[in-house]
C-alpha cells in the first residue's frame, strides 16, 4: 500500500491552486423532487440536501469542483452538476481547478477539511477572500509542486482496498440472509400482494419508551451515540459518554417533535435518546432487526397527517393505527415481515454488488 508519510508535504494558499466561486441564489424548498444534487452547507452525504427538478433553462453548476460549508468547513467533491445553495452567507462555496478528477478531489477535500472543520462556525462563518487564504497541505514533486499523480494513484489504491473489503462483507451478509427460510425467491410486489393487511393501533404492537432530556452543554463527549429528533445520521445528534435512565439498544426510535417528526430509525447499538424521541419494542415478540425496519417503515407512511398544526404527539402516537400483513387469524405476521426485510436487504446487497462490477 502507498504511505503518506513517505512523501514530502508542503503548505498551500488555496486562492493559489483554486478559482473561487459562489453558486446562483437557490432555496431547495422551490423546487420538485428530480435527480440533479442539491447540496448546501451540510456536514453528510457529501453535502446533498435533496435531489430537485431544475428550472426550464436553469444553469447547473459544473461537475468537478470541491464544495466548502462556510458555516463548518466540511468540504466534498463533486463528481456530477449540480444546484448549488447561493444568495446567502451560508451558500457554499466552490473550489475549481481544471484537471481535477473524482480522486484527486477527494484527496483534497479531505486536506481542505482538516483546515476548515473547527475554524469555520455560524459566528465565525467563511466566505470567498477567507477561503482563498487558507493554507493546506500537499504531498509534492521534487520541484516542490502539487503532487496530483501521487494523490490520484494513492485515492485509487485505497478506494480499490475498500471495495475489496465491502465485497467480502456484503459476500457474508448475504449468506446470513439467504439462510433463513422464507419467501425470499417471491418478488418483493408478489410477497406483499399475497397477504391480507389490517390496521392496528400501535400501543397494541409497542410498549412505548420515553428518552431523556441532555442538552449539549451538560453532555460530555464520548463513543455513546446520542439521538434526536432528527431526519438523518440514523438520528444520532452527537456522541457522548453520558448514560440516563434512556440507554437502550436493538430498539426503534420514532420521533414525535422535531424536524423528523413521524420518522424511526434502527439502533442496534448501545445508545441514549433525546425526549422528543419515543423507544419501541414490541409486545408479543423478542426484537427483530428487520422486523423493527419494517414497522419503521409502516409507521413513516403515517407521517403525511402530522405537521406543525397538528403534532405527532405522544397520545396520538399512541392511538395511530398503522397497516400491517396479518396471519390466517387475523395476527400482526412477524414471520412474514422478518422473510420480507432479509429478502429486501439481500437483494439491495447483490444490487451494491453488480454496481460495483460495472465500476470496475
Same mark, same amino acid.
Given at each position: 500500500m502507498m504511505r503518506l508519510d513517505d512523501r514530502e508535504w508542503k503548505t498551500f494558499y488555496v486562492g493559489d491552486l483554486f478559482t473561487v466561486k459562489r453558486p446562483a441564489a437557490r432555496n431547495k424548498d422551490d423546487y420538485q423532487e428530480g435527480a440533479v444534487p442539491f447540496v448546501a452547507s451540510g456536514s453528510v452525504?457529501?453535502? #446533498?440536501?435533496?435531489? !430537485? *427538478?431544475? =428550472?426550464?433553462?436553469? $444553469? %447547473?453548476? &459544473? &461537475?468537478? !469542483?470541491?464544495? #466548502? @460549508?462556510? #458555516?463548518?468547513?466540511? &468540504? =466534498? /467533491? *463533486?463528481? /456530477?452538476?449540480? %444546484?448549488?445553495?447561493?444568495? &446567502?452567507?451560508? @451558500? $457554499? %462555496?466552490? %473550489?475549481y481547478k481544471d484537471g481535477i478528477n473524482l480522486y484527486i478531489g477527494q484527496f483534497i477535500a479531505r486536506m481542505v477539511a482538516n483546515t476548515c472543520v473547527g475554524k469555520y462556525t455560524y459566528g465565525h462563518m467563511g466566505n470567498k477572500d477567507s477561503i482563498k487564504r487558507e493554507r493546506i497541505l500537499l504531498p509534492v514533486t521534487d520541484a516542490g509542486e502539487p503532487d496530483y499523480q501521487f494523490m490520484e494513484n494513492y485515492m485509487r489504491e485505497l478506494m480499490d482496498e475498500k471495495k475489496k473489503q465491502y465485497r467480502r462483507y456484503v459476500k457474508q451478509r448475504i449468506a446470513a440472509l439467504c439462510a433463513v427460510p422464507g419467501d425470499q425467491q417471491m418478488d418483493w410486489k408478489s410477497m406483499i400482494d399475497s397477504h391480507k393487511w389490517e390496521p392496528f393501533q400501535i400501543d397494541t404492537i409497542f410498549n412505548i419508551l420515553p428518552g431523556k432530556r441532555l442538552v449539549a452543554a451538560d453532555s460530555t463527549p464520548g463513543d455513546r451515540p446520542f439521538i434526536g429528533a432528527l431526519d438523518n445520521s440514523n438520528g444520532v445528534a452527537r456522541f457522548v459518554s453520558d448514560k440516563n435512565e434512556s440507554l437502550d439498544k436493538n430498539v426503534l426510535g420514532v420521533n414525535y417533535n422535531g424536524n423528523g417528526m413521524v420518522i424511526g430509525f434502527y439502533h442496534p447499538y448501545e445508545c441514549i435518546f433525546s425526549d422528543d424521541v419515543k423507544r419501541f419494542h414490541l409486545k408479543d415478540r423478542e426484537d427483530d432487526p428487520f422486523v423493527l425496519l419494517f414497522m419503521k417503515t409502516a409507521i413513516l407512511m403515517q407521517k403525511q397527517k402530522f405537521g406543525y398544526l397538528y403534532k405527532f404527539n405522544a397520545n396520538r402516537m399512541a392511538h395511530t393505527s398503522i397497516m400491517l400483513p396479518v396471519t390466517d387469524d387475523g395476527q400482526p405476521d412477524y414471520d412474514f415481515m422478518e422473510s420480507f426485510g432479509r429478502k429486501m436487504i439481500s437483494d439491495k446487497y447483490n444490487q451494491y454488488l453488480k454496481y460495483l462490477e460495472l465500476m470496475r
Open positions: 452525504n457529501n453535502g #446533498v440536501m435533496k435531489c !430537485c *427538478q431544475p =428550472f426550464e433553462d436553469e $444553469v %447547473l453548476d &459544473a &461537475a468537478g !469542483c470541491i464544495t #466548502v @460549508s462556510p #458555516v463548518d468547513g466540511s &468540504a =466534498f /467533491y *463533486q463528481p /456530477y452538476p449540480f %444546484l448549488g445553495r447561493g444568495g &446567502a452567507g451560508s @451558500s $457554499v %462555496l466552490m %473550489l
